[in-house]
């Protein structure tokens, strides 16, 4: 694949620097810090530029997490991590014009983040958790290269409608490819005839919620075809 040793690179800045923000979110600490930290781990191993409307990290917590809007509008709050909680962090780290796409939701239980081997312990939180996984799981069996965009968005808001959630994108959409301008980026979204042969790179980001619920759930990662299988950066 093309350029795939820079994408996995600065893929995998963004995937190390979910893991070390983590360890510092705690109970008390507010939506501001953790976007403002998640940049500056993003700095300190190389990236200079964001490449969404100059965002690192959008972060969402608490019943914040159902929000979905462009970077245009967003701005921060100031809400706290209360002591049992939901985060969400998306992350738009740019390396020598590469893009990096990379999004999971946090817990937070008794004060302390956990890690997905745990939580199942967090019965509030644990099957939005598990749903947006499952999404994952069905999305690389289902794609093929020859299948169009639109044709992928459909199959997969039926998934998400079977299993009791809504998609909750402000535009409907699902994921897009990578590209070097944002505004050249194709969406899995309805009417868009192009076939995912004809990039390179694509991600696919359901942000969910259960339809009763009131906490919304975000996974994103990027794929590529492999021998015309899905494989994630």
Request: glycine share 8%.
């Amino acid at each position: 694949m093309k350029h795939l040793t820079e994408y996995r690179k600065v893929q995998s800045i963004a995937k190390d620097t979910i893991a070390e923000l983590k360890k510092g979110i705690k109970a008390g600490i507010s939506e501001r810090e953790i976007m403002f930290k998640a940049e500056e781990i993003m700095r300190s191993k190389g990236i200079e530029n964001f490449w969404y409307y100059d965002i690192g990290a959008f972060v969402h917590v608490g019943k914040r997490t159902i929000i979905s809007e462009s970077g245009k509008q967003y701005t921060p709050s100031e809400i706290v991590v209360g002591r049992n909680d939901i985060i969400t962090v998306d992350l738009s780290p740019e390396l020598d014009n590469y893009w990096g796409d990379y999004a999971r939701t946090i817990i937070v239980m008794d004060g302390n983040t956990i890690d997905d081997d745990s939580i199942e312990n967090a019965i509030e939180f644990s099957q939005g958790i598990n749903t947006g996984k499952e999404l994952h799981r069905a999305f690389i069996e289902f794609i093929k290269p020859d299948m169009t965009f639109e044709k992928v968005y459909l199959h997969m808001n039926a998934v998400i409608h079977h299993l009791g959630y809504s998609n909750l994108d402000f535009s409907g959409n699902l994921g897009h490819s990578i590209a070097f301008n944002k505004d050249q980026r194709k969406y899995f979204e309805l009417g868009n005839e192009t076939k995912l042969s004809e990039v390179s790179y694509f991600t696919f980001e359901p942000h969910v919620k259960q339809r009763d619920g009131v906490y919304g759930y975000k996974r994103e990662d990027i794929y590529y075809f492999q021998n015309g299988n899905a494989v994630a950066l």
